[in-house]
């Protein structure tokens, strides 16, 4: 693997871990949302990664893959909407209670949230601090060549 492999590399976590916190930031805004357009209560949202792998054209690209062990970092394949049932409340008050007063609401946990959005904002400053240390060994490669 090359420096500038390794910047790639945490250049797609960056992406994946930017929306992965988007995700959750939109999850924790409609823990309370009782009505979506599509009808009913907001859905929870996952984010799936996988790995990114090359292009492979030609035997000269599968055999340089195999080098890099077949990925060239990680990318969100999809954001998968949650199928668990809502959570229904009695609150006879509320605008969106059925006739016996209970009110379907999102089945989403704010710590749960919470601590995914952390673990996403701690991945990405991981990989930041990846990002500058290559960097930093890429200047130093230069400084030595000179």
């Known amino acids: 693997m090359n420096l500038f492999g390794l910047l790639h590399i945490s250049g797609t976590a960056l992406l994946a871990e930017r929306e992965r916190a988007e995700v959750s930031a939109s999850n924790l805004a409609n823990a309370e949302t009782t009505r979506t357009v599509e009808g009913g209560p907001y859905r929870r949202q996952n984010v799936v990664f996988t790995a ?14 195999f080098t890099d062990l077949h990925t060239e970092g ?3 394949a999809s954001v998968v909407t949650d199928t668990s049932p809502p959570v229904r409340r009695y609150d006879p008050g509320h605008p969106d209670a059925d006739s016996a007063g209970y009110v379907n609401f999102p089945d989403i946990n704010p710590v749960e949230e919470t601590v995914n959005l952390m673990e996403a904002a701690r991945s990405y400053q991981l990989n930041v601090s990846v ?12 400084s030595i060549a000179q």
Do not use: C, D, E, N
């Open 52 to 65: 990114r792998h090359p292009l492979s054209t030609g035997f000269a690209a599968t055999l340089a893959s």
């Open 74 to 76: 990680v990318q969100v």
């Open 131 to 142: 990002i500058q240390a290559t960097k930093a060994m890429i200047q130093a490669a230069i």
